[in-house]
């Protein structure tokens, strides 16, 4: 299918052009029409699957129609867990955008000085992206007009509610007009985003991308580490392979990425750390160089690595387990992007096998252990006890589900990874 046969102004036509897109992705050839007819939608697709422009071109070609008075505010407003996928989105709609006349973006987030924010709200523009906290700030110091919003979209929104965010977005939503657009995406369904769609949803369509999409590109592998010292000289073995490009490594702290960032640093790495304690200009600065190609190593945590969308890594590295199989997932995502391989890494000690056991479940696959020559671990791997023997996964059979709601959607996908195995059904994407 071709972007023409998408049905898009020729303005947006000539900016996908522009920058080399050939043909739409699957979420975008089964998103785009729906929203083009005007349908609110409910979208599982993950991060890399071109989800952005899914829901941006559908936007862009409304704001290229007829022009909407003089009134101010936006006309379409873009939810985001993160500064960092705001500025993406911002990145995103600017360039989509770029022959759409009324398409101006202002990206409303936290960490950012007033006065200067508060004059892009002051004229005219038509794209609203924001992380909820500052939006809900911006209200209510009645600095935003909502009365002509017509598409409301909701980026990452399993995201979102992790973070704690429903109230905010439910206070946000109830200012808005009820005759809108809504879309909304999400890496996973589950009950809580059930229950989101119903509420703010009219007879969505339901399309389920995630499964079938699931990074058939990312290598996962596992390496048993005996403790800190082991883990360490792993990393940097690892780093000094002629295969890494850029890689992301992941820490549970921000005190750990500081620490870990520094000693990387010290043996000669180009490394910078990126957390939510950093002041948003050193982080805009740690991902400028990133996509620069300047740092050749990233230690980030969880919240401030959510959206980073950067070609040229080819490897992320889990120094520290994720804190959910959901995050396991995100972090993984940050490699294998736009069609590229990846290779991503876990280093894991005996006693969190236990964990690992519960994203292979929610996977569906079991991730093959490695070992690094001459770095081999003293200790042998010790299986829980009650582990479950595998059993075959579930088949997966259709993009679109007919009704939003109840488990995770099986991830047949992602058994197209080499070396994967099928593994123990029937697991939830639960916390541990
Ligand atoms: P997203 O899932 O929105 O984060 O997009 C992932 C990456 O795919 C981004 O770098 C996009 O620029 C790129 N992308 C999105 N749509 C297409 C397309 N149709 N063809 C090629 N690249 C695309």
């Known amino acids: 299918m071709s972007f023409e046969a998408l049905g898009l102004n020729p303005f947006i036509l000539r900016a996908l052009a522009e920058s080399g897109y050939e043909a739409p992705t699957q979420v975008q050839q089964d998103a785009v029409p729906a929203a083009l007819d005007g349908r609110d939608l409910l979208v599982s697709s993950r991060t890399g699957s071109g989800k952005t422009a899914a829901f941006m071109l559908p936007s862009l070609?409304?704001?290229s129609g007829v022009a909407c008075g003089e009134v101010r505010g936006p006309r379409v407003l873009v939810l985001t867990p993160t500064r960092e996928l705001a500025a993406q989105v911002s990145g995103a709609a600017k360039k989509y955008g770029r022959y759409v006349r009324?398409?101006?973006?202002?990206?409303?987030v936290g960490g950012v000085p007033y006065p200067a924010q508060?004059?892009?709200?002051?004229?005219?523009y038509e794209i609203l992206v924001a992380t909820p906290g500052r939006l809900i700030d911006q209200l209510d110091r009645g600095r935003i007009d909502f009365s002509r919003v017509e598409v409301l979209v909701l980026d990452e929104a399993d995201r979102m509610l992790d973070m704690g965010f429903i109230e905010d977005i439910e206070t946000v939503v109830a200012k808005l007009p009820t005759e809108r657009q809504t879309l909304m995406f999400s890496a996973t369904l589950d009950v809580r985003i059930a229950r989101l769609a119903r509420n703010m949803l009219r007879d969505p369509l339901a399309i389920n991308i995630a499964s079938q999409e699931a990074k058939p590109d990312i290598e996962q592998r596992l390496l048993l580490a005996d403790g800190l010292g082991h883990k360490n000289r792993m990393l940097e073995h690892i780093l000094r392979g002629t295969d890494v490009q850029q890689a992301i490594v992941f820490t549970s702290t921000k005190r750990g990425a500081d620490l870990?960032?520094?000693?990387?640093?010290?043996?000669?790495?180009?490394?910078?750390?990126?957390?939510?304690?950093?002041?948003q200009s050193q982080r805009n600065r740690a991902l400028d160089q990133l996509r620069r190609g300047r740092l050749r190593v990233l230690v980030a945590t969880d919240v401030a690595a959510r959206g980073i969308d950067v070609q040229g890594i080819s490897h992320v590295i889990n120094f520290d387990l994720p804190k959910s199989a959901e995050d396991y997932v995100h972090r993984i995502g940050r490699t294998g992007r736009a069609g590229r391989a990846g290779i991503a890494i876990t280093l894991v000690e005996n006693r969190e096998y236990r964990q690992i056991k519960s994203i292979e479940r929610y996977l569906r696959l079991e991730i093959p252990m490695h070992t690094l020559p001459g770095l081999e671990p003293k200790s042998r791997l010790e299986r829980p006890v009650d582990e479950r023997r595998p059993r075959p996964p579930r088949k997966w059979t259709g993009t679109r589900t007919a009704a939003p709601g109840g488990r995770p959607p099986s991830r047949s996908g992602e058994e197209r990874h080499r070396g994967a195995r099928p593994a123990a059904a029937g697991s939830k994407a639960g916390r541990w």
């Open 118 to 124: 508060n004059r892009m709200l002051a004229g005219r």
């Open 61 to 63: 070609h409304r704001l």
């Open 102 to 108: 009324d398409s101006r973006v202002v990206s409303v």
């Open 260 to 279: 870990l960032a520094s000693d990387l640093e010290q043996s000669g790495f180009l490394t910078a750390a990126l957390h939510g304690d950093m002041r």
